[in-house]
């Protein structure tokens, strides 16, 4: 067992032993139990497992886009106010403002990543438990959680179009790059077009030409290139739960973009309208951004560059005595 086995063990058992749940609850129904589609209706099982865990942070960062665009404003007027100020203290001065900003709405720039973050280690360890299913069929190494030898034997025995779970794109054989290199190319479209349904109808004009917001745009080719360049060492166990996690992702993002879309995006406005013709109205989330923002947002401007103060109830009734 090298350093990742034994770092990402814990995690290796949890993947084991629900793949192993799956596999037997699919062979109680009928399933030929060492049938690659059994397998891959398990690993299929897996994902849907972990990506329902999930939705809580994935709730998480919807919060934290919308916040995020909302706050874009606020976020320009900060970057005016020490443009052109490139000393330590305007720099420090300028991060501490961001960071309170963020803070004070419960949002982070890179809430948006949690997701992926969250998935990585899960998907090395299923990863390593597949790369591992010849050594525990052969008895070289301990069974993993649930994933005992007979199991690994009959995995090892499974194929789907005639290919092993474990098979990757590097492996000889026409079928076995044919039918990796298909779920690459759709694990890569699939991933590309989430990002850029995201960004064409949920992301306003301001938001889009902010300097972080294009930051995440280079995301969108860098993260499909990627994965789209690793697939090729992906086992083809691994590429059915990605696609699978890409097909949940697409299906629960267009539903959030339909329902709870950015404020000022495309997407609002078709909501704005379905909603409409029913009499509904959307109440739009609060934005905390401190005395000097409010002044902002409040303040309307009366001629010589001047702006109205807010004023209270009270004072306006002594004014008009």
Same mark, same amino acid.
């Given at each position: 067992?090298? &350093?990742?086995?034994?770092?990402?063990?814990?995690?290796?058992?949890?993947?084991?032993?629900?793949?192993?749940?799956?596999?037997?609850?699919?062979?109680?129904?009928?399933?030929?139990?060492?049938?690659?589609?059994?397998? *891959?209706?398990?690993?299929?099982?897996?994902?849907?497992?972990?990506?329902?865990?999930?939705?809580?942070?994935?709730?998480?960062?919807?919060?934290?886009?919308? !916040?995020?665009?909302?706050?874009?404003?606020?976020?320009?007027?900060?970057?005016?106010?020490?443009?052109?100020?490139?000393?330590?203290?305007?720099?420090?001065?300028?991060?501490?403002?961001?960071?309170?900003?963020?803070?004070?709405?419960?949002? $982070?720039?890179?809430?948006?990543?949690?997701?992926?973050?969250?998935?990585?280690? #899960?998907?090395?360890?299923?990863?390593?438990?597949?790369?591992?299913?010849?050594?525990?069929?052969?008895?070289?190494?301990?069974?993993?959680?649930?994933?005992?030898?007979?199991?690994?034997?009959?995995?090892?025995?499974?194929?789907?179009? @005639?290919?092993?779970?474990?098979?990757?794109?590097?492996?000889?054989?026409?079928?076995? !790059?044919?039918?990796?290199?298909?779920?690459?190319?759709?694990? *890569?479209?699939?991933?590309?077009?989430?990002?850029?349904?995201?960004?064409?109808?949920?992301?306003?004009?301001?938001?889009?030409?902010?300097?972080?917001?294009?930051?995440?745009?280079?995301?969108?080719?860098?993260?499909?290139?990627?994965?789209?360049?690793?697939? #090729?060492?992906?086992?083809?166990?691994?590429? #059915?739960? &990605?696609?699978? $996690?890409?097909?949940?992702?697409? *299906?629960?993002?267009?539903?959030?973009?339909?329902?709870?879309?950015?404020?000022?995006?495309?997407?609002?406005?078709?909501?704005?309208?379905?909603?409409?013709?029913?009499? !509904?109205?959307?109440?739009?989330?609060?934005?905390?951004?401190?005395?000097?923002?409010?002044?902002?947002?409040? *303040?309307?401007?009366?001629?010589? @560059?001047?702006?109205?103060?807010?004023?209270?109830?009270?004072?306006?009734?002594?004014?008009?005595?």
């Amino acid at each position: 067992m090298d &350093w990742m086995d034994k770092l990402l063990y814990p995690l290796q058992w949890v993947v084991a032993w629900i793949l192993a749940i799956f596999h037997e609850i699919f062979t109680a129904i009928g399933l030929p139990a060492d049938n690659g589609w059994t397998w *891959a209706l398990s690993i299929a099982g897996l994902t849907v497992v972990i990506r329902a865990l999930l939705i809580p942070l994935f709730v998480y960062q919807i919060k934290s886009q919308r !916040k995020m665009q909302l706050l874009q404003p606020q976020i320009q007027r900060l970057q005016a106010k020490y443009k052109g100020k490139k000393d330590q203290y305007s720099r420090q001065a300028m991060a501490e403002e961001q960071m309170n900003l963020f803070r004070d709405n419960k949002t $982070s720039p890179w809430a948006s990543c949690l997701p992926l973050l969250v998935q990585m280690p #899960i998907f090395f360890s299923l990863f390593r438990v597949i790369h591992n299913m010849p050594k525990v069929a052969s008895g070289s190494i301990d069974a993993i959680g649930g994933f005992t030898q007979d199991l690994a034997i009959q995995a090892e025995n499974s194929s789907v179009f @005639g290919i092993s779970l474990s098979a990757t794109f590097q492996d000889p054989g026409i079928s076995v !790059k044919l039918l990796t290199g298909v779920l690459i190319i759709i694990m *890569a479209s699939t991933m590309f077009i989430t990002q850029k349904q995201m960004m064409a109808k949920n992301m306003t004009e301001t938001a889009a030409a902010n300097p972080m917001m294009q930051s995440q745009k280079m995301l969108l080719y860098v993260m499909p290139l990627v994965f789209g360049i690793g697939g #090729i060492y992906f086992p083809l166990g691994v590429l #059915i739960y &990605w696609l699978v $996690s890409n097909t949940w992702t697409m *299906a629960q993002q267009h539903t959030v973009i339909r329902n709870m879309p950015a404020p000022g995006s495309k997407a609002e406005k078709e909501m704005l309208e379905r909603r409409a013709r029913k009499g !509904k109205t959307v109440q739009q989330p609060e934005i905390k951004g401190g005395s000097d923002a409010a002044g902002e947002q409040d *303040a309307k401007p009366t001629g010589q @560059g001047q702006r109205q103060q807010p004023v209270s109830k009270n004072r306006k009734k002594n004014k008009k005595r």
